[in-house]
C-alpha cells in the first residue's frame, strides 16, 4: 500500500507550491490515472513518490516502508521495486535493446558488471523473456536509437519488468506516441494491472483513455486534489474543477 500524507513540495524562487497538501492512499492493484492541467502538479506527484523530486513536507510509505528521509543505499533498495516510464523513455540510445533491458537490474549488479556490460547468462535469459512478453524480442540486438517511439515505449517497458515490480509510475508515458500505439501500451499495462496484480499510477493528459484504463482518477488543481473517485464520476462539473479555466498557461 502508498500512504502519502501531507505532502508539500516547493521549488526556488516559485510563487506558490507545486504540491499543497497532498493525501492520498492507493492499494495493491488498482489502477490510478493522475488528471490536471500542465502545472498542475501531475509529475511532482509522481516524482516525489520514488524522490526524484525531494518533498519539502510530508511522508510517503509504500508497504510500510517510509520513502522519506530513506538514506541513498536504503532509497536504491526500495527504488527496485517501483519501476518508472517516462515520457520520453529515458533509455540509452547507442545501445543495443538488450543492454538497455538489463539496465532495469543495475541495483543487484557488481559495479563491475555494468561498467564492463558483462552480465550473467541468467539475467540475459530473463531479459529476452521480458522482451518477449512485450512482443519485440526480434529487436534484441538493434540500437534504441533506430527504433520508433512505440518500440522505445516498449523497451522501457521490459526495463520496468526486469525489476519485478509490486508499482509502476508513469510521468506521461503515452503522451508522445501516436493514438493507437498509445492504446497498445496502454493496453498492455492494464494487462499486467490485471494479470500481475501490478499497482499503476500514471499521469495521463487524454481524459477519455483514463476513463478507458483507469479503476480509479485521481484529479489535480493548482497543486491540491479536487477529485478523487472512479472513472463514471468524472462528470462535466469534475472536468471543470480538474481543468478550471483561470489556470490556462499556469
Known amino acids: 500500500m502508498l500512504e502519502i500524507r501531507g505532502l508539500v513540495k516547493r521549488y526556488p524562487g516559485a ?3 507545486a504540491l499543497k497538501g497532498i493525501d492520498l492512499t ?3 492493484g488498482e489502477f490510478v490515472a493522475v488528471l490536471g492541467r500542465s502545472g498542475a502538479g501531475k509529475s511532482t506527484l509522481i516524482r516525489c513518490i520514488n524522490r526524484l523530486v525531494e518533498p519539502t513536507a510530508g511522508t510517503i510509505t509504500w508497504n510500510g516502508q517510509p520513502i522519506t528521509g530513506l538514506h541513498p543505499r536504503e532509497l536504491l533498495r526500495v527504488r527496485c521495486g517501483i519501476g518508472m516510464i517516462f515520457q520520453n523513455f529515458n533509455l540509452i540510445p547507442r545501445l543495443d535493446v538488450l543492454t538497455n533491458v ?5 541495483c543487484t549488479l557488481a559495479l563491475w558488471r555494468s561498467l ?3 552480465f550473467p547468462p541468467k539475467l540475459i535469459e530473463e531479459a529476452m523473456a521480458a522482451l518477449e512478453r512485450v512482443g519485440i524480442a526480434h529487436l534484441a540486438h ?3 536509437e533506430e527504433l520508433s517511439g512505440g518500440q522505445q515505449q516498449r523497451v522501457a517497458i521490459a526495463r520496468v519488468l526486469m525489476q519485478k515490480p509490486k508499482m509502476i509510475l508513469g510521468d506521461e508515458p503515452v503522451s508522445s506516441l501516436d493514438p493507437v500505439t498509445a492504446r497498445a501500451i496502454l493496453d498492455f499495462l492494464k494487462e499486467l494491472n490485471e494479470t500481475a496484480g501490478i499497482t499503476m499510477i500514471l499521469n495521463l493528459h487524454d481524459v477519455a483513455l483514463a476513463k478507458a484504463y483507469a479503476t480509479r482518477i485521481v484529479g489535480l488543481a493548482r497543486g491540491m486534489i479536487v477529485y478523487d473517485g472512479p472513472p463514471e464520476g468524472v462528470t462535466d462539473d469534475v472536468l471543470a474543477e480538474i ?4 489556470a490556462v498557461g499556469v
Not at 538489463?102 to 543495475?106: L, N, P, Q
Not at 481543468?243 to 483561470?246: A, F, G, K, Q
Open 142 to 144: 538493434r540500437r534504441v
Open 15 to 17: 510563487a506558490e507550491p
Open 116 to 118: 564492463l556490460g558483462v
Open 243 to 246: 481543468y478550471p479555466l483561470d
Open 102 to 106: 538489463i539496465v532495469g537490474r543495475m
Open 26 to 28: 492507493v492499494a495493491p
